[in-house]
Protein backbone atom coordinates (compact mmCIF):
# COMPACT_ATOMS: atom_id res chain seq x y z
CA UNK A 1 0.00 0.00 0.00
CA UNK A 2 1.13 3.62 -0.87
CA UNK A 3 0.36 6.21 1.71
CA UNK A 4 0.91 9.60 -0.31
CA UNK A 5 2.37 12.83 1.53
CA UNK A 6 1.21 14.78 -1.69
CA UNK A 7 -2.33 15.43 -2.15
CA UNK A 8 -2.20 18.18 -4.73
CA UNK A 9 -3.06 15.49 -7.95
CA UNK A 10 -5.95 14.27 -6.66
CA UNK A 11 -6.95 18.02 -5.80
CA UNK A 12 -7.42 19.50 -8.84
CA UNK A 13 -8.20 16.23 -10.41
CA UNK A 14 -11.80 17.91 -11.33
CA UNK A 15 -11.67 21.43 -12.22
CA UNK A 16 -14.58 22.21 -14.44
CA UNK A 17 -15.38 25.01 -12.14
CA UNK A 18 -12.27 26.76 -11.96
CA UNK A 19 -11.66 26.18 -15.84
CA UNK A 20 -15.30 27.69 -15.98
CA UNK A 21 -14.58 30.58 -13.89
CA UNK A 22 -11.06 31.30 -15.29
CA UNK A 23 -12.48 31.61 -18.72
CA UNK A 24 -14.85 34.54 -17.75
CA UNK A 25 -11.52 35.69 -16.10
CA UNK A 26 -9.78 35.67 -19.57
CA UNK A 27 -12.64 36.79 -21.41
CA UNK A 28 -12.69 39.90 -18.87
CA UNK A 29 -9.15 40.69 -18.50
CA UNK A 30 -9.42 41.95 -15.46
CA UNK A 31 -6.22 40.88 -14.17
CA UNK A 32 -4.87 43.41 -11.83
CA UNK A 33 -7.06 42.93 -8.41
CA UNK A 34 -10.36 43.66 -10.09
CA UNK A 35 -13.66 41.98 -9.65
CA UNK A 36 -12.32 38.38 -8.59
CA UNK A 37 -9.72 38.98 -5.84
CA UNK A 38 -12.22 41.18 -4.74
CA UNK A 39 -14.84 38.71 -4.24
CA UNK A 40 -12.54 36.07 -3.20
CA UNK A 41 -11.99 38.95 -0.35
CA UNK A 42 -15.44 39.23 0.47
CA UNK A 43 -16.15 35.38 0.99
CA UNK A 44 -13.07 34.88 3.11
CA UNK A 45 -14.32 37.90 5.44
CA UNK A 46 -17.78 36.38 6.09
CA UNK A 47 -15.99 32.64 6.19
CA UNK A 48 -13.82 34.55 9.34
CA UNK A 49 -15.88 37.34 10.56
CA UNK A 50 -13.38 40.05 10.46
CA UNK A 51 -13.39 43.68 8.58
CA UNK A 52 -11.01 43.46 6.62
CA UNK A 53 -9.01 40.89 4.59
CA UNK A 54 -6.83 42.13 1.82
CA UNK A 55 -4.84 39.18 0.12
CA UNK A 56 -1.31 39.10 -0.99
CA UNK A 57 0.90 37.42 -3.36
CA UNK A 58 1.83 34.48 -0.32
CA UNK A 59 1.96 34.26 3.01
CA UNK A 60 5.50 35.90 3.59
CA UNK A 61 4.50 39.00 2.19
CA UNK A 62 1.25 39.07 4.84
CA UNK A 63 3.47 38.67 7.61
CA UNK A 64 5.79 41.39 6.31
CA UNK A 65 2.46 43.77 5.56
CA UNK A 66 1.42 42.89 8.86
CA UNK A 67 4.41 43.67 10.76
CA UNK A 68 4.84 46.97 8.08
CA UNK A 69 1.75 48.31 8.75
CA UNK A 70 2.66 48.35 12.46
CA UNK A 71 5.83 50.20 12.45
CA UNK A 72 7.65 47.54 12.92
CA UNK A 73 11.23 48.01 12.25
CA UNK A 74 15.03 48.72 12.99
CA UNK A 75 15.29 48.83 17.21
CA UNK A 76 12.38 46.81 17.49
CA UNK A 77 12.32 42.90 18.60
CA UNK A 78 9.66 40.50 17.84
CA UNK A 79 9.00 37.25 19.96
CA UNK A 80 8.26 34.22 17.95
CA UNK A 81 9.03 30.32 18.51
CA UNK A 82 11.78 28.69 17.26
CA UNK A 83 9.99 25.58 15.71
CA UNK A 84 8.48 27.61 12.70
CA UNK A 85 8.57 27.75 9.09
CA UNK A 86 11.40 30.09 8.08
CA UNK A 87 8.88 32.61 6.68
CA UNK A 88 7.77 33.75 10.25
CA UNK A 89 11.31 35.10 11.56
CA UNK A 90 12.41 35.79 8.12
CA UNK A 91 9.24 38.64 8.30
CA UNK A 92 10.97 39.93 11.10
CA UNK A 93 14.44 40.46 9.62
CA UNK A 94 13.32 41.76 6.36
CA UNK A 95 11.72 44.55 8.19
CA UNK A 96 14.46 45.30 9.80
CA UNK A 97 13.48 44.05 13.52
CA UNK A 98 15.52 41.45 15.79
CA UNK A 99 13.65 38.11 16.23
CA UNK A 100 13.51 36.64 19.60
CA UNK A 101 13.37 32.83 19.32
CA UNK A 102 11.99 31.23 22.35
CA UNK A 103 11.13 27.82 22.92
CA UNK A 104 7.98 25.52 22.26
CA UNK A 105 5.68 23.31 24.58
CA UNK A 106 4.82 19.75 24.32
CA UNK A 107 2.04 20.69 21.59
CA UNK A 108 4.71 22.05 19.32
CA UNK A 109 3.55 25.46 20.06
CA UNK A 110 5.14 28.80 21.08
CA UNK A 111 6.06 27.84 25.51
CA UNK A 112 3.73 30.62 26.91
CA UNK A 113 5.32 30.21 29.99
CA UNK A 114 8.42 31.52 28.21
CA UNK A 115 7.41 34.50 26.87
CA UNK A 116 7.56 36.99 29.78
CA UNK A 117 10.71 36.46 30.43
CA UNK A 118 11.57 37.64 27.00
CA UNK A 119 9.81 40.84 27.20
CA UNK A 120 11.83 44.16 27.55
CA UNK A 121 11.65 48.18 26.60
CA UNK A 122 12.40 47.23 23.18
CA UNK A 123 10.10 44.44 22.50
CA UNK A 124 7.16 45.24 20.05
CA UNK A 125 5.12 41.97 19.12
CA UNK A 126 4.37 38.63 19.40
CA UNK A 127 4.09 36.44 16.39
CA UNK A 128 2.32 33.32 17.76
CA UNK A 129 2.44 30.71 15.17
CA UNK A 130 -0.30 27.87 14.75
CA UNK A 131 2.40 25.62 13.83
CA UNK A 132 1.27 22.51 11.90
CA UNK A 133 -2.39 24.04 12.01
CA UNK A 134 -2.84 24.08 16.16
CA UNK A 135 -2.82 26.84 17.89
CA UNK A 136 -0.87 28.03 20.97
CA UNK A 137 -3.12 29.20 23.90
CA UNK A 138 -4.18 32.51 22.54
CA UNK A 139 -5.81 33.43 25.60
CA UNK A 140 -2.79 33.80 27.61
CA UNK A 141 -1.12 35.28 25.04
CA UNK A 142 -3.48 38.08 24.54
CA UNK A 143 -3.23 38.61 28.54
CA UNK A 144 0.70 38.75 28.53
CA UNK A 145 -0.19 41.15 25.26
CA UNK A 146 -2.38 43.09 27.18
CA UNK A 147 -0.50 43.75 30.54
CA UNK A 148 3.00 44.40 28.63
CA UNK A 149 1.18 46.70 26.54
CA UNK A 150 2.54 44.59 23.20
CA UNK A 151 1.00 43.84 19.44
CA UNK A 152 0.19 40.71 18.99
CA UNK A 153 0.93 40.12 14.74
CA UNK A 154 -0.71 35.96 14.33
CA UNK A 155 1.17 33.96 12.05
CA UNK A 156 -1.86 31.28 11.18
CA UNK A 157 -0.52 30.71 7.89
CA UNK A 158 -1.50 27.09 8.98
CA UNK A 159 -4.56 27.50 10.64
CA UNK A 160 -7.40 28.43 7.99
CA UNK A 161 -9.88 26.30 8.99
CA UNK A 162 -9.23 25.68 12.73
CA UNK A 163 -11.15 26.91 15.71
CA UNK A 164 -9.44 27.77 19.25
CA UNK A 165 -12.64 27.79 21.14
CA UNK A 166 -15.39 29.64 19.44
CA UNK A 167 -12.91 31.60 17.42
CA UNK A 168 -10.51 31.08 14.19
CA UNK A 169 -6.76 31.74 14.68
CA UNK A 170 -6.24 35.26 12.48
CA UNK A 171 -9.04 36.93 14.90
CA UNK A 172 -7.21 37.40 17.87
CA UNK A 173 -4.14 39.95 17.13
CA UNK A 174 -3.75 43.18 15.85
CA UNK A 175 -2.99 42.36 12.44
CA UNK A 176 -2.79 38.62 11.78
CA UNK A 177 -1.48 36.67 8.50
CA UNK A 178 -2.85 33.35 6.58
CA UNK A 179 -1.13 31.53 3.90
CA UNK A 180 -2.57 29.35 0.45
CA UNK A 181 0.61 27.80 -0.21
CA UNK A 182 -0.17 24.38 -1.25
CA UNK A 183 0.87 22.79 1.72
CA UNK A 184 -1.33 24.85 3.62
CA UNK A 185 -5.36 23.81 4.26
CA UNK A 186 -6.94 26.27 1.86
CA UNK A 187 -4.43 26.14 -0.82
CA UNK A 188 -4.26 27.75 -4.32
CA UNK A 189 -1.86 26.52 -7.26
CA UNK A 190 1.01 28.08 -6.66
CA UNK A 191 0.86 31.24 -3.81
CA UNK A 192 -1.28 33.45 -2.18
CA UNK A 193 -1.41 34.82 1.20
CA UNK A 194 -3.91 37.10 3.44
CA UNK A 195 -3.78 39.53 6.05
CA UNK A 196 -6.79 40.03 8.15
CA UNK A 197 -7.71 43.01 10.73
CA UNK A 198 -10.45 44.72 12.13
CA UNK A 199 -8.71 48.03 11.99
CA UNK A 200 -9.85 50.43 9.80
CA UNK A 201 -6.94 52.76 9.51
CA UNK A 202 -4.23 49.75 9.23
CA UNK A 203 -6.31 47.92 6.67
CA UNK A 204 -6.47 51.46 4.28
CA UNK A 205 -3.00 51.40 4.80
CA UNK A 206 -2.21 48.02 3.92
CA UNK A 207 -4.26 48.27 0.30
CA UNK A 208 -2.37 50.85 -0.78
CA UNK A 209 1.24 49.41 0.35
CA UNK A 210 0.68 46.08 -1.35
CA UNK A 211 -0.60 48.23 -4.37
CA UNK A 212 2.56 50.77 -4.71
CA UNK A 213 1.23 53.24 -2.58
CA UNK A 214 -1.42 54.25 -5.25
CA UNK A 215 -4.41 56.28 -4.23
CA UNK A 216 -5.69 56.06 -8.13
CA UNK A 217 -3.48 56.03 -11.28
CA UNK A 218 -1.75 59.14 -11.30
CA UNK A 219 -1.28 59.65 -7.46
CA UNK A 220 0.32 57.64 -5.19
CA UNK A 221 0.02 58.51 -1.26
CA UNK A 222 3.61 56.97 -0.23
CA UNK A 223 6.57 54.43 -1.77
CA UNK A 224 4.96 51.28 -1.26
CA UNK A 225 5.46 47.61 -3.32
CA UNK A 226 3.65 45.21 -5.26
CA UNK A 227 2.09 42.61 -2.91
CA UNK A 228 -1.03 41.60 -5.51
CA UNK A 229 -2.94 38.38 -5.09
CA UNK A 230 -3.37 37.07 -9.06
CA UNK A 231 -7.06 36.83 -9.88
CA UNK A 232 -6.43 33.39 -11.42
CA UNK A 233 -5.39 32.37 -8.14
CA UNK A 234 -8.51 34.14 -5.85
CA UNK A 235 -10.55 31.86 -8.18
CA UNK A 236 -8.75 28.63 -6.91
CA UNK A 237 -8.93 29.91 -3.40
CA UNK A 238 -12.80 30.36 -3.77
CA UNK A 239 -13.70 27.24 -5.21
CA UNK A 240 -11.06 25.59 -2.29
CA UNK A 241 -13.29 27.58 0.73
CA UNK A 242 -15.99 25.59 -0.77
CA UNK A 243 -14.25 22.70 0.20
CA UNK A 244 -13.08 23.76 3.05
CA UNK A 245 -14.82 22.19 6.11
CA UNK A 246 -15.09 19.05 4.38
CA UNK A 247 -11.47 18.66 3.98
CA UNK A 248 -11.05 19.66 7.53
CA UNK A 249 -13.56 17.05 8.47
CA UNK A 250 -11.80 13.95 6.97
CA UNK A 251 -8.47 15.14 8.35
CA UNK A 252 -9.55 15.33 11.85
CA UNK A 253 -11.23 12.10 11.17
CA UNK A 254 -8.26 10.45 9.96
CA UNK A 255 -5.84 12.14 12.81
CA UNK A 256 -8.67 10.66 15.58
CA UNK A 257 -7.53 7.45 14.07
CA UNK A 258 -4.00 8.07 14.77
CA UNK A 259 -4.02 9.51 18.13
CA UNK A 260 -6.25 6.83 19.12
CA UNK A 261 -4.93 3.81 17.81
CA UNK A 262 -0.93 5.05 19.01
CA UNK A 263 -1.47 7.18 22.27
CA UNK A 264 -0.24 4.71 25.07
CA UNK A 265 0.48 2.47 22.34
CA UNK A 266 4.68 2.10 23.68
CA UNK A 267 6.80 4.63 25.77
CA UNK A 268 8.40 4.73 22.64
CA UNK A 269 5.59 7.23 21.16
CA UNK A 270 4.06 10.40 22.00
CA UNK A 271 0.81 12.23 20.77
CA UNK A 272 0.66 15.64 21.72
CA UNK A 273 -2.40 16.56 23.90
CA UNK A 274 -5.27 17.87 21.84
CA UNK A 275 -7.22 20.93 23.61
CA UNK A 276 -10.88 20.64 24.13
CA UNK A 277 -13.31 22.07 21.46
CA UNK A 278 -10.47 23.42 19.28
CA UNK A 279 -10.28 22.35 15.70
CA UNK A 280 -6.81 21.66 13.94
CA UNK A 281 -6.49 21.59 10.40
CA UNK A 282 -3.59 19.17 10.62
CA UNK A 283 -1.68 20.74 8.11
CA UNK A 284 1.09 18.81 9.91
CA UNK A 285 0.26 15.37 11.97
CA UNK A 286 2.75 15.40 14.49
CA UNK A 287 4.30 13.04 17.07
CA UNK A 288 7.44 12.20 18.70
CA UNK A 289 8.89 8.83 18.04
CA UNK A 290 11.92 7.11 19.34
CA UNK A 291 14.78 5.83 17.29
CA UNK A 292 12.81 8.26 14.90
CA UNK A 293 15.20 8.34 11.85
CA UNK A 294 14.90 4.43 11.87
CA UNK A 295 11.82 4.47 11.89
CA UNK A 296 11.19 7.00 9.20
CA UNK A 297 13.40 4.81 6.67
CA UNK A 298 11.26 1.52 7.84
CA UNK A 299 7.96 3.61 6.68
CA UNK A 300 9.05 5.18 3.78
CA UNK A 301 10.59 1.80 2.76
CA UNK A 302 6.99 0.56 3.78
CA UNK A 303 5.18 3.02 1.29
CA UNK A 304 4.34 5.70 4.19
CA UNK A 305 5.31 8.97 2.93
CA UNK A 306 6.67 10.43 6.46
CA UNK A 307 8.31 13.81 6.60
CA UNK A 308 10.03 15.72 9.24
CA UNK A 309 9.24 19.60 10.22
CA UNK A 310 11.64 20.50 10.71
CA UNK A 311 15.11 18.45 12.23
CA UNK A 312 16.70 21.45 12.67
CA UNK A 313 15.37 24.50 15.11
CA UNK A 314 15.43 27.95 13.49
CA UNK A 315 17.95 28.87 16.40
CA UNK A 316 20.35 26.51 15.12
CA UNK A 317 20.65 27.67 11.50
CA UNK A 318 23.69 29.62 10.69
CA UNK A 319 20.88 32.72 9.57
CA UNK A 320 20.12 32.57 12.96
CA UNK A 321 23.66 33.43 14.45
CA UNK A 322 24.27 36.63 12.79
CA UNK A 323 20.33 38.21 12.64
CA UNK A 324 18.47 36.63 16.20
CA UNK A 325 18.85 36.51 19.82
CA UNK A 326 17.45 33.34 21.25
CA UNK A 327 16.71 32.78 24.53
CA UNK A 328 18.70 30.17 26.47
CA UNK A 329 16.66 26.95 27.46
CA UNK A 330 15.55 26.16 23.64
CA UNK A 331 15.33 22.67 25.30
CA UNK A 332 12.17 21.09 23.81
CA UNK A 333 12.00 22.21 20.25
CA UNK A 334 15.71 20.67 20.00
CA UNK A 335 14.57 17.27 21.63
CA UNK A 336 11.68 17.88 19.49
CA UNK A 337 13.53 17.75 16.15
CA UNK A 338 15.54 14.69 16.94
CA UNK A 339 12.34 12.50 17.45
CA UNK A 340 8.99 14.19 15.84
CA UNK A 341 7.65 12.82 12.72
CA UNK A 342 4.86 13.79 10.24
CA UNK A 343 2.75 11.54 8.84
CA UNK A 344 0.18 11.76 6.31
CA UNK A 345 -3.23 12.35 7.41
CA UNK A 346 -4.86 14.07 4.51
CA UNK A 347 -8.12 14.24 3.03
CA UNK A 348 -7.94 11.82 0.57
CA UNK A 349 -6.69 9.20 2.68
CA UNK A 350 -9.46 6.27 3.94
CA UNK A 351 -9.35 4.50 7.12
CA UNK A 352 -7.59 2.04 5.76
CA UNK A 353 -4.28 3.59 4.74
CA UNK A 354 -4.61 4.69 8.56
CA UNK A 355 -5.14 1.37 9.68
CA UNK A 356 -1.80 0.26 7.83
CA UNK A 357 0.29 3.42 8.84
CA UNK A 358 -0.47 1.75 12.52
CA UNK A 359 0.25 -1.67 11.37
CA UNK A 360 3.60 -0.37 10.52
CA UNK A 361 4.44 1.40 13.57
CA UNK A 362 3.83 -1.85 15.46
CA UNK A 363 5.45 -3.80 13.18
CA UNK A 364 8.47 -1.31 13.40
CA UNK A 365 8.19 -1.49 17.33
CA UNK A 366 7.85 -5.41 17.88
CA UNK A 367 4.30 -4.34 19.50
C1 LIG B 1 3.82 28.50 4.98
C2 LIG B 1 4.13 29.32 6.13
C3 LIG B 1 4.58 30.63 5.99
C4 LIG B 1 4.91 31.26 4.66
O1 LIG B 1 3.88 31.25 3.75
P1 LIG B 1 4.23 31.34 2.17
O2 LIG B 1 2.85 31.49 1.57
O3 LIG B 1 4.89 30.06 1.79
O4 LIG B 1 5.06 32.52 1.95
C5 LIG B 1 4.83 31.35 7.14
N1 LIG B 1 4.64 30.83 8.35
C6 LIG B 1 4.22 29.57 8.52
C7 LIG B 1 4.01 29.05 9.90
C8 LIG B 1 3.95 28.76 7.42
O5 LIG B 1 3.55 27.51 7.62
Request: proline share 3%; with cysteine; net charge neutral.
Amino acid sequence: MKVFYNYLPNEFSDIEKILNDWQKLIKSSDFTLGKYVLDFENKFKKFLNVKHCISTNNGTDALILALKSLGIGPGDQVITVTNTFYATVGAIVAVGATPILIDCDERFQINVKRIEEAINIKTKAIIPVHWGGASPDMEAIMDISIKHNILVVEDACMGIGALVGQKAPGTFGKVNAFSMHPLKSLNVMGDGGMVVTNDDHLACWIKKYRNHGMIDRDHIEFWGVNMRLQPLQAIVASHRLDELNNTIEKRNFNAAYLDKNLRGLSENIQIPLRIKGNIETFALYMALFDKRDELKDFLISKGVEVKIHYPIPLHKQTAAQQDCLCSKDLKISEDQANKLLTIPVHQYLQIEHMQYVVEKIKEFYNI
